[in-house]
C-alpha cells in the first residue's frame, strides 16, 4: 500500500544535538510537508517543496533545515538553533503542485529533549 | 494570515447523537480539509472541499463560502468517532495548509 512513513516515531535529543527525522513516501507526490503540532496549538507549517532540489520555509523555519534531493525524501533536521524542540512532528504530501489534491500524512515523530 | 476557528473545543456526547462541529475563517480560500487525529498522533483526511456539501458514510461536511464557514456533521455517531477533528484551509497553490486547532470528540456508549 502507498504511504507516508516517518521514522522513528520517538526520539530523545540532549541539548545542543542536532537531530534528523525521517520521512519517507511511495505515493510519487510532488509536495511535501513538514508540520509541528504543540498541546493547545494547531498544526503549523515548518517547511515545504513542491519539487525536488527546491523548498520555502513555512511560518516556523527558525532553527530547522530541510532537503529534498529525491522526490520520495524529504528529511527534517532541528539543529540546536531550536530553542524549544519538543513536540509532535508530522509529515505530509500532497499529488500536485497547485493545491488541489488532499494531503495525506504520516503518523508522525514525538521529539523530547532529555 | 487567515485565522481558523473551530467550536466547540470539546464536545461528550451520548451513541447515535447528531454530532456538529464548526469551522469558519478569515481570509478567501481554494479549499477547506476536514481531518481526523486519533490518540496516537496518526491523521486521516476525511474531506476536501471548495463549494457545497460531501457525504461519505456517516460524515457530512458543507462549506459556505460567502460566510466562510464550514460544517462537520456526524449522524448516529459511534465510541469510534472519538478522535480529535481538525479544520484546515488552503489558500491558492500548494504552500501549506493553515490549521485550527481542533475539536476533541467522546462519544459515550
Known amino acids: 500500500d502507498g504511504g507516508i512513513t516517518q521514522s522513528p516515531k520517538y526520539l530523545f535529543r540532549k541539548e545542543g544535538q542536532n537531530v534528523t527525522l525521517s520521512c519517507e513516501q511511495n505515493l510519487n507526490h510532488d509536495a511535501m510537508y513538514w508540520y509541528r503540532q504543540d498541546p493547545g496549538q494547531g498544526l503549523r507549517l515548518i517547511y515545504y517543496?513542491?519539487?525536488?532540489?527546491?523548498?520555502q520555509k513555512g511560518d516556523i523555519a527558525e532553527g530547522y533545515s530541510v532537503s529534498r534531493e529525491k522526490k520520495e525524501s524529504f528529511p527534517l533536521t532541528v539543529t540546536s538553533a531550536q530553542k524549544n524542540p519538543t513536540a509532535f512532528y508530522l509529515c505530509?504530501?500532497?499529488?500536485?503542485?497547485?493545491?488541489?489534491?488532499?494531503?495525506?500524512f504520516g503518523d508522525g515523530t514525538r521529539l523530547s529533549i532529555l | 494570515k487567515n485565522e481558523v476557528e473551530q467550536s466547540p473545543q470539546n464536545l461528550t456526547a451520548q451513541e447515535g447523537e447528531f454530532i456538529t462541529i464548526n469551522c469558519s475563517y478569515s481570509v478567501g480560500i481554494s479549499a477547506l480539509h476536514w481531518l481526523q487525529q486519533h490518540p496516537g498522533g496518526g491523521i486521516v483526511s476525511l474531506f476536501m472541499l471548495s463549494s457545497g456539501k460531501k457525504k461519505h458514510g456517516r460524515l457530512i461536511a458543507t462549506i459556505n463560502i460567502q460566510e466562510k464557514h464550514s460544517s462537520l456533521h456526524i449522524t448516529a455517531s459511534h465510541p469510534r468517532d472519538s478522535a480529535v477533528y481538525i479544520c484546515a484551509v488552503q489558500g491558492g497553490g500548494a504552500d501549506g495548509l493553515t490549521f485550527g486547532k481542533g475539536t476533541h470528540l467522546i462519544i459515550q456508549p
Open positions: 505530509a504530501s500532497s499529488g500536485d503542485r497547485v493545491g488541489t489534491q488532499p494531503q495525506h
Open positions: 517543496s513542491q519539487i525536488v532540489n527546491d523548498f
